[in-house]
């Protein structure tokens, strides 16, 4: 019920981004959004609060995307929030961007980095992944201070971990 | 029996009847010397014809009266006496040769039958009563016997349960010093781990400052760029 739910949210998103022409980066910056809300746990709470009003939810949203995000996504958040689905909102951006890394025979990369990556970066980043996993990915970019430094990146199921954090941790796994 | 009991009693009171129904008066062969006197006196009155003085001086009549002082024979009694008294003595004989010689032998005789009845009553008494001695002595030593082999095996039981305690004791010692052995060991052993976590993370917590400290833009530039190569160095 629920996967039907968020697969049919994440329709509607794909079809409104597919319809306005910006797809790759509304879908970019929902995962932006999500990744923040996911992270946010007094955000998430605000927008799944059913006491607050629909509209003062709406505005926090709209508060927070101004001048960040396009009209569309902005729009599109506003939209899932106002239905009570800020909840699922991480599930359907999720399945928005794969469907939008399908609809160009991708598969999605999330890198996890403290830092963001450069446009360079990212399609040497791509670019390596293909050549090591044959795979045609998109990166998107979740800024992590827990990495440390370095990048992990999870493809899928697979996880390519380069990071300090796991260095450090190998170290204190070590010192036991 | 009572009725023995009162003809036993009747045979002495029959005969004292006897005695006093058939004796002589007292004076039949030894009557008072002045009685004799007076006898004398009136008789030869009456043949002097009242004459007193003649009476009196009549030497046949002093005869008669000095023989009225001469004492009866102390030994042999006088005849009617000795007549009374062997019809008494016959008649009482018959009586109690009738009567209370066969009732004292009846009463005799049950008394010593009674007697020797009782002599073997008791005797009989003596043997059962020995017999419930021995039988006593014997159910005595048996349960001396018994008391002793309870005594006897309560004492190997109690021996056998001291053994075993102490074993299990020493068992029990052993298995506590054991425990106690391997809780100071996985004690030291845990200290010494905790110790190093403590030490690894404190070490590995100033590690993580100063990797943050040291990791500015250029560094983390760097860092992604050796990680790209790595990856693309990489073949599956």
């Known amino acids: 019920m629920v996967d039907s739910r968020v697969g049919a949210y994440a329709d509607a998103l794909f079809a409104v981004a597919a319809a306005e022409g910006n797809l790759a980066a509304v879908e970019d910056e929902l995962f932006q959004f999500a990744q923040a809300l996911g992270s946010n746990d007094d955000l998430l709470a605000t927008l799944t609060d059913e006491a607050v009003p629909a509209v003062r939810r709406q505005q926090v949203v709209e508060d927070l995307l101004d001048g960040k995000a396009s009209a569309t996504t902005s729009a599109l958040v506003s939209m899932v929030v106002a239905a009570g689905r800020a909840a699922d909102l991480p599930a359907i951006v999720t399945a928005v961007v794969e469907r939008g890394t399908a609809s160009r025979n991708k598969a999605v990369a999330t890198v996890r980095s403290a830092i963001d990556l450069s446009t360079d970066q990212r399609s040497r980043l791509e670019a390596a992944i293909h050549t090591s996993t044959g795979k045609e990915v998109e990166v998107k970019v979740v800024i992590d201070p827990s990495v440390l430094g370095g990048v992990i990146t999870e493809i899928g199921d697979d996880i390519i971990d380069g990071s300090i954090r796991r260095r450090l941790n190998q170290l204190r796994e070590s010192c036991r | ?236």
């Open chain 2, 1 to 236: 029996m009572s009725q023995r009991r009162n003809r036993l009693a009747a045979a002495p009171l029959i005969a004292v009847l006897g005695l006093v129904a058939l004796a002589g008066p007292a004076g039949a062969s030894g009557e008072s010397v002045g009685g004799c006197m007076a006898e004398h006196l009136n008789e030869a009155i009456e043949e002097n014809h009242g004459d007193y003085e003649h009476t009196l001086h009549d030497e046949g009549v002093q005869s008669d009266l000095e023989k009225c002082f001469d004492a009866p024979n102390p030994i042999l009694p006088e005849t009617n006496e000795v007549i009374w008294g062997a019809l008494s003595f016959g008649l009482l004989f018959f009586f109690m040769a009738k009567k209370g010689f066969p009732a004292v032998k009846g009463a005799m005789d049950a008394r010593a039958e009674r007697i020797a009845s009782d002599l073997d009553a008791a005797e009989q008494a003596k043997i059962e009563a020995r017999a419930v001695e021995a039988d006593y002595q014997a159910r005595l030593g048996d349960a001396k016997g018994e008391a002793s082999r309870l005594i006897d095996e309560a004492r190997g039981a109690a021996d056998q349960l001291k053994v075993d305690l102490s074993a299990r004791a020493e068992a029990d010692i052993a298995d506590m010093r054991e425990r106690a052995a391997a809780d100071i060991e996985s004690a030291r052993q845990q200290a010494i781990a905790d110790l190093r976590a403590e030490v690894a993370g404190i070490a590995l917590g100033a590690a993580e400052r100063v990797v943050q400290s040291s990791l500015d833009a250029e560094v983390q530039g760097r860092l992604i760029d050796a990680y790209i190569d790595e990856v693309a160095g990489s073949n599956g």
